[in-house]
Every structure is written in C-alpha cells, then in structure tokens.
C-alpha cells in the first residue's frame, strides 16, 4: 500500500538516531529500504531530505540530523581517490543538501576538502567534476575571510566552471570581483553562466551600481569582452554597457583584405 507523503514523514520523525543516521546514508545513496515510493512517485534523494528537514519542528530531532550531516561529511577526509570515484554520486547529493540547509554548521570540514584539491579530477558528468560540486555548496554559505581562495578557484585554468562559484561567492564583494571579472567574461562569454552572472549582480547591488562598475573598468576590457558583457545585458533586458562600434579597426582590415582576395 502506498504511503502519503505525510505518513512517510510522520514515520521519519519517529526514527531514533541510529534508524534516522542509517536512513539518510541509505536515501542518499538511492537505497531507500524504508521508503522508496510514496503516492506513485520516486522523490530525488536530496531533494527529498531537504523537504525532510524542513518539516522538523522538534529542536532534538534537528540537531541529530545536523549532527549525521557533520559526521558524513567528515567521512569524506578519510576516503582514498578510488573510494571517491566509487561514491561520487552519493557525495554529490550530500553536498547539495548540505547546501541548501543553512543550519548545516560543518563548513570548514568541506574547506578544508576543498583547498586539498581532493575532489579534484573527478567527473561527475562531461563538463564538471566533483571539486566544482563542492565549490558550489560552499558558494551558497557566503563564507567571509577567504576571499584568496576564491580567487585561486577563478584563476584556474584546469577547469573553467570552478570560476562559476567563485564568482557568486564573491559576489558581496565587489571591488574584488571586478578586479578579476575579465576573467569571468573570458571563460564564460557567449554562454548562459554570463547572463546568469549579471542578473545575480543587478539582483543583489542594483542596476545602476553594477552598470558604473562596468563602466569603471571600460579602459581595462578588449573589444570581444566588452561585446560580451553588452550581450548579456541585453539578454536580461537591460540596455547594453558599452557603445561600440558595429566593427573594430582590427576587424574592418581582416575583413577589408578578405574582401580584397575574393575580388582577385
């Protein structure tokens, strides 16, 4: 007999700690023994854990699952390279819950993760490993004081979206991000993660703030980024930054000389 979702979570939170530690490792892991369907339907696994949590009302039963979530994640450290391939995508959906859980208090386990390079190398699908997933959790925790890192994870060259979280890390602050944004628009200009990058900055400081800090570093950008930034601004529906010619001088004598060729 199928169960409703609120007699699946009425049963959860009858769990002591030990059925409630081994259940969220199982649902993490898509090996659900105690639940898996509820009302014809297969919930994602963090997803499910994250609606889970988020219909505790009892402050004990909330600190052990923090608590779970803390000696999971602290698991992570002991794992070899191969032990970490075997489980990546167990440890990709605790890392998005521990993401979307802003009580979760082990951030500087996962930093520490993180500044090791531990995850580094390991794909989780064609265009991003398991590092850029751990980048992004620690991302939404807008962690002060590590500014450098962020840095670093922008600068790097061995991955381009390891500079996707860092750039919404550093997103409060501005004067370092805009010392570095080129960057940002080199390795994502053309594709949705620019657009999505403006958007979050006009979101959160204002399109007037962000228009004049891109005015500011007009001097600094090549023609191609400039392009680029006014292209993504039109795509959120914003009046483009930059006045610029339809051609470069660059451009108009390649294109001059090609013309010249085809004549002959």
């Given at each position: 007999m199928e169960l409703t979702k609120q007699q699946v979570i009425d049963k959860i939170l009858s769990f002591n700690y030990v059925?409630?530690?081994?259940?969220i490792k199982n649902r993490l892991q898509g090996n659900d023994k105690y639940f898996p369907i509820y009302l014809g339907h297969e919930p994602n696994l963090?997803?499910?854990?994250?609606n889970t949590f988020r219909h505790i009302k009892d402050e004990k039963f909330r600190d052990n699952f923090l608590e779970i979530l803390g000696d999971l994640t602290n698991q992570f450290r002991g794992l070899s390279k191969s032990q970490i391939e075997e489980c990546k995508e167990y440890i990709v959906e605790l890392l998005i819950l521990c993401g979307n859980i802003r009580q979760f208090?082990?951030?500087?386990?996962?930093?520490?993760i993180a500044v090791s390079g531990k995850f580094k190398g390991i794909k989780v699908d064609e265009e991003t490993d398991l590092h850029a997933d751990l980048?992004?959790?620690?991302?939404?925790?807008?962690i002060v004081g590590i500014h450098k890192f962020w840095i670093d994870q922008l600068l790097?060259?061995?991955?381009?979206?390891?500079a996707n979280p860092a750039f919404y890390a550093l997103i409060d602050n501005l004067d370092r991000l805009f010392e570095y944004i080129d960057v940002f628009i080199d390795k994502f200009k053309g594709d949705i993660e620019l657009k999505?990058?403006?958007?979050?900055?006009?979101?959160?400081?204002?399109?007037?703030?962000i228009v004049n800090r891109f005015k500011s570093i007009e001097p600094r950008l090549s023609f191609e980024q400039k392009?680029?930034?006014?292209?993504?601004?039109?795509?959120?529906?914003?009046?483009?930054v930059y006045p610029i010619e339809a051609l470069s001088e660059k451009t108009e004598k390649e294109l001059g000389y090609k013309e010249d060729q085809e004549a002959e």
């Open positions: 059925e409630l530690a081994e259940w963090s997803g499910f854990l994250i208090d082990n951030k500087v386990s996962l930093l520490e980048l992004t959790t620690l991302a939404s925790y807008k790097d060259k061995s991955d381009r979206y390891y999505w990058g403006i958007q979050a900055l006009i979101n959160d400081h204002g399109k007037k703030e392009q680029a930034v006014n292209h993504a601004f039109i795509e959120v529906g914003e009046n483009p």
